[in-house]
């Protein structure tokens, strides 16, 4: 399937960064997803990017986030110059993602299993203002490792939290074997779904998608391509 418009020119813009080539496996699984998510899904507003009517989205899996700072520097959250600055000391891209210095950043993240119950909480807080906008988050299946995503996918499907849809990358990262997350995850009162990440339309149907009670999970496999 040939790339979407604008998908070839987000590989450009991460060699513009150097320094983090031991995530690079890491960070280049999210970006089938993360690009679908920002060109045809999510709200937002580069202008004002705390705007109330805005959509939410937080990457749990806070390590590698330089796909994530080539979206955001391409959909004009800032400069595309400041990649070129991505992990030195004059720069505002770090090594985990800031919300305090990076526009466009939901939540500072990088310990892995907190950006998930994060996300709950923002669903929680969206409810309780009657607000209908999404809340996104990202996990990865090797931080899937960590008790506490599943202790948040226990708690989110009792909640009835159809405003949360979480992604989960499957890069085979996972030290212990995970199984059929998406089943795993049906069984807590989750709307489960899985979807191959280099098929853009299958990535968009499946996040577009929401139950009308029930929390959504896309698991994405993403296979290595040498």
Not at 23 to 29: C, L, M, V, Y
Not at 175 to 197: C, H, I, M, N, Q
Not at 203 to 211: G, I, K, N, T
Request: charged share 25%; proline share 5%.
């Amino acid at each position: 399937m040939p790339p979407d418009h604008g998908f070839a020119r987000i590989d450009q813009l991460m060699d513009l960064a150097s320094g983090d080539e031991k995530h690079d496996p890491s960070t280049r699984s999210t970006l089938d997803v993360l690009w679908v998510l920002y060109d045809r899904v999510l709200r937002y507003d580069t202008t004002n990017p705390r705007s109330e009517d805005r959509d939410r989205f937080l990457m749990s899996k806070g390590h590698g986030p330089l796909a994530l700072y080539a979206i955001l520097a391409d959909k004009g959250f800032f400069g595309v110059d400041e990649l070129t600055r991505f992990l030195t000391w004059d720069g505002i891209l770090g090594g985990h993602p800031d919300r305090n210095r990076v526009p466009g950043i939901e939540a500072s993240t990088g310990s892995l299993g907190h950006g998930f119950p994060m996300a709950v909480g923002v669903a929680l807080a969206l409810r309780a203002k009657g607000s209908d906008r999404r809340v996104f988050v990202l996990i990865g299946d090797g931080e899937a490792n960590e008790g506490s995503v599943w202790e948040t996918a226990l708690l989110a499907g009792s909640l009835e939290l159809p405003q949360l849809t979480a992604i989960l990358i499957d890069n085979r990262s996972s030290t212990r074997p995970l199984g059929d997350v998406a089943a795993k995850f049906a069984t807590f009162g989750w709307k489960a779904s899985t979807v191959e990440v280099s098929d853009h339309d299958a990535v968009e149907r499946a996040l577009r998608e929401q139950d009308a009670q029930r929390p959504s999970l896309v698991v994405g496999l993403y296979t290595h391509q040498s």
